[in-house]
T-cell receptor
């Protein structure tokens, strides 16, 4: 079974600063996908970034980037130049690429506050 | 309408009521999902449909009954629920269940309160 752990229930950052959200996971699969989802107060869950485990290069998406450490099973999210609109609950998730790779395992989330 | 929509956004029901949640996706996807999001707990996958066929029932009690009449619509029929079923119910869709096309897109959710 897969597990995803987000050890920071809450984080805060000053506007324009950089913040890193932590995520560790455990899986017996050799190939899998990792995701960060954002859930703003409006509740719409939005995909932030996706990483294929077989790719060594860290995924980036504008101000969002990940630090993927496969051996350590770590998948942190870095948000640069934080904006007020980044305030949300952030969920880390893992899926495997076997026959049931649609089964996302989510962490409990990190609530990010952005201070003006 | 774009993306994944859900109605109603809020629902309050008694334990003896029967109600239904509706999800519609406008993305041309073939797979749809129901999740339950309770406070302080990770999202829990409930059901998965692929091309209208149920492929996953994650040990969900029978008081929750899903229906998928076509690839664009997904319903969750509710009857004789318990107060502990109060939660945010999220619908999601993906183009497929495998490979690079399995990224899931979520709806805004239905906030359900069972009295």
């Amino acid at each position: 079974a897969q597990t995803v752990t987000q050890s920071q229930p809450e984080m805060s950052v000053q506007e324009a600063e950089t913040v890193t959200l932590s995520c560790t996971y455990d899986t017996s699969e050799s190939d899998y996908y990792l995701f960060w989802y954002k859930q703003p107060p409006s509740r719409q869950m939005i995909l932030v970034i996706r990483q294929e485990a077989y790719k060594q290069q860290n995924a980036t998406e504008n101000r969002f980037s990940v630090n993927f450490q496969k051996a350590a099973k770590s998948f942190s999210l870095k948000i640069s130049d934080s904006q007020l609109g980044d305030a949300a609950m952030y969920f880390c998730a893992c899926s495997n690429s076997g026959g049931s790779n649609y089964k996302l395992t989510f962490g409990k989330g990190t609530l990010l506050t952005v201070n003006p | 309408e774009t993306g994944v929509t859900q109605t109603p956004r809020h629902l309050v029901m008694g334990m003896t009521n029967k109600k239904s949640l509706k999800c519609e996706q406008h993305l041309g996807h073939n797979a749809m999902y129901w999740y339950k999001q309770s406070a302080k707990k990770p999202l829990e996958l409930m059901f998965v449909y692929n091309f209208k066929e149920q492929t996953e029932n994650n040990s969900v009690p029978s008081r929750f009954s899903p229906e998928c009449p076509n690839s664009s619509h997904l319903f969750l029929h509710l009857h004789t629920l318990q107060p502990e079923d109060s939660a945010l119910y999220l619908c999601a869709s993906s183009q497929a269940l495998a490979g690079d096309t399995d990224t899931q897109y979520f709806g805004p959710g239905t906030r359900l309160t069972v009295l």
